[in-house]
T-cell receptor
Framework: GAVVSQHPSRVICKSGTSVKIECRSLDFQATTMFWYRQFPKQSLMLMATSNEGSKATYEQGVEKDKFLINHASLTLSTLTVTSAHPEDSSFYIC???????????????FGQGTRLTVV | AQTVTQSQPEMSVQEAETVTLSCTYDTSESDYYLFWYKQPPSRQMILVIRQEAYKQQNATENRFSVNFQKAAKSFSLKISDSQLGDAAMYFCAYRRAYSGAGSYQLTFGKGTKLSVIP
């Protein structure tokens, strides 16, 4: 099946620094990718929809200047957490859908997730 | 806006027995998709089963089946012959069925932690 690769799987950074997380679709093209955030023992909350070649669409309450999303190619979206603080520590998960699928009957695939710890 | 509610934070089942996880949702749309995802300790989200709202027949995938009650907006997951590997967080999720803006976004419930007792 289709694979979505997310990197890194774990990252620890110092407060005030920026961290980039990559989400790649390995064997399909994805014009749309999604970024979710999951707090410990909680559900996944959609942060933003990443659109290839255009600006990302952010959910209400998500700071676009804090969480920079770039979707420069059909197989790669990046999430950069800028000026990270301890409260940004969380589990971030991306998902991607095969753009060549021409029906609504095709699901997105999830990456393995990235555990971010800001110290 | 759509909401998904899972009222059971934790459940346990004896190995080889059957367990049912509950999920209710709220939507004003008539066509949509419902899902159950499994998240094991590795945190990888795994699609367990999917139901299209326009289909009356309940979806089944081997030991996993759903009871979809559209009028009641209920979507429960039944796991038969439970195995140790079934232990995980289970999330119920909703997705719109149209291709406009916001399509393919998933709205998740808060999850149910399932433990399987040997």
């Amino acid at each position: 099946g289709a694979v979505v690769s997310q990197h890194p799987s774990r990252v620890i950074c110092k407060s005030g620094t920026s961290v980039k997380i990559e989400c790649r679709s390995l064997d399909f093209q994805a014009t749309t990718m999604f970024w979710y955030r999951q707090f410990p023992k909680q559900s996944l909350m959609l942060m933003a929809t990443s659109n290839e070649g255009s600006k990302a669409t952010y959910e209400q309450g998500v700071e676009k200047d804090k969480f920079l999303i770039n979707h420069a190619s059909l197989t790669l979206s990046t999430l950069t957490v800028t000026s990270a603080h301890p409260e940004d520590s969380s589990f971030y998960i991306c998902s991607a859908r095969d753009s060549s699928a021409n029906t609504m009957n095709t699901e997105a695939f999830f990456g393995q997730g990235t555990r971010l710890t800001v110290v | 806006a759509q909401t998904v509610t899972q009222s059971q934070p934790e459940m346990s089942v004896q190995e080889a027995e059957t367990v049912t996880l509950s999920c209710t949702y709220d939507t004003s749309e008539s066509d949509y998709y419902l899902f159950w995802y499994k998240q094991p300790p590795s945190r990888q989200m795994i699609l367990v089963i999917r139901q299209e709202a326009y289909k009356q027949q309940n979806a089944t995938e081997n030991r996993f089946s759903v009871n979809f009650q559209k009028a009641a907006k209920s979507f429960s997951l039944k796991i038969s012959d439970s195995q140790l590997g079934d232990a995980a967080m289970y999330f119920c999720a909703y997705r719109r069925a149209y291709s406009g803006a916001g399509s393919y976004q998933l709205t998740f419930g808060k999850g149910t932690k399932l433990s399987v007792i040997p």
